[in-house]
């Protein structure tokens, strides 16, 4: 469904690192130095397509295409990972992670070749995976705190011009009664 092989998740030191994309979020803050104010969230990818067509290609990424990957690959893994040297999995001292059909390679030092290796639950394979029945991970529109929704129509009313204040206005309120039932229940 996906076509990944591999997936490598870093985590840049503050000060020290250098990623690719730094140069490309350069250029795209350096247009929007450009541009007086923006409003709705397709000004900002109408932008970024400006800044350079040929290298951005920009994903109008809705609810319907993020997934609950967290539940369903969860009988993959065990509960605590114990590296092939008998290391425990704390992901705070990793510098980068590769994911992949071999298991999760986890690195201390971002360039390093030293890795620990990390493997899934033997008893379940990874190539026995079906992303066919993968859940989205929101079943409904995002709502928004009552206090954060407040704030937002009130700074919206404020510096929006009302051209574009649909927008804000069509934003919805999370029920509090039923996150409440929820925390509640989340407690016991």
Same mark, same amino acid.
């Given at each position: %469904?996906?076509? =990944?092989?591999?997936?490598?998740?870093?985590?840049?030191? !503050?000060?020290? $690192?250098?990623?690719?994309?730094?140069?490309? @979020?350069?250029?795209?803050?350096?247009?929007?130095?450009?541009?007086?104010?923006?409003?709705?969230? #397709?000004?900002?990818?109408?932008?970024?397509?400006?800044?350079? !067509? $040929?290298?951005? #290609?920009?994903?109008?990424?809705?609810?319907?295409?993020?997934?609950? *990957? $967290? &539940?369903?690959?969860?009988?993959?893994?065990?509960? +605590?990972?114990?590296?092939?040297?008998?290391?425990?999995?704390?992901?705070?001292?990793?510098?980068?992670?590769?994911?992949?059909?071999?298991?999760?390679?986890?690195?201390?030092?971002?360039?390093?070749?030293?890795?620990?290796? *990390?493997?899934?639950?033997?008893?379940? %394979?990874?190539?026995?995976?079906?992303?066919? #029945? =993968?859940?989205?991970?929101?079943? $409904?529109?995002?709502?928004?705190? !009552?206090?954060? =929704?407040?704030?937002?129509?009130?700074?919206?009313?404020? +510096?929006?011009?009302? &051209?574009?204040? +649909? @927008?804000?206005?069509?934003?919805?309120?999370?029920?509090?009664?039923? &996150?409440?039932?929820?925390?509640?229940?989340?407690?016991?």
């Amino acid at each position: %469904m996906f076509g =990944l092989e591999t997936v490598v998740q870093r985590f840049p030191e !503050p000060g020290h $690192s250098f990623l690719p994309c730094d140069r490309c @979020f350069g250029q795209i803050e350096h247009r929007r130095r450009k541009i007086e104010k923006v409003f709705l969230p #397709n000004q900002y990818q109408e932008m970024v397509k400006q800044v350079c !067509p $040929s290298k951005f #290609n920009v994903i109008n990424v809705t609810q319907n295409i993020i997934y609950n *990957f $967290s &539940e369903y690959l969860k009988p993959f893994f065990k509960k +605590y990972l114990i590296s092939t040297n008998k290391q425990k999995f704390t992901i705070m001292a990793y510098r980068t992670l590769k994911y992949s059909k071999e298991g999760l390679f986890c690195k201390v030092i971002a360039n390093s070749n030293g890795k620990e290796h *990390f493997v899934m639950d033997e008893n379940k %394979m990874i190539g026995t995976l079906s992303f066919e #029945n =993968l859940q989205q991970l929101h079943h $409904s529109k995002i709502k928004i705190k !009552p206090a954060k =929704l407040i704030d937002v129509h009130s700074l919206a009313a404020k +510096y929006v011009p009302q &051209e574009y204040l +649909y @927008f804000y206005q069509g934003l919805e309120e999370v029920d509090t009664t039923v &996150e409440d039932r929820l925390t509640s229940d989340d407690e016991l």
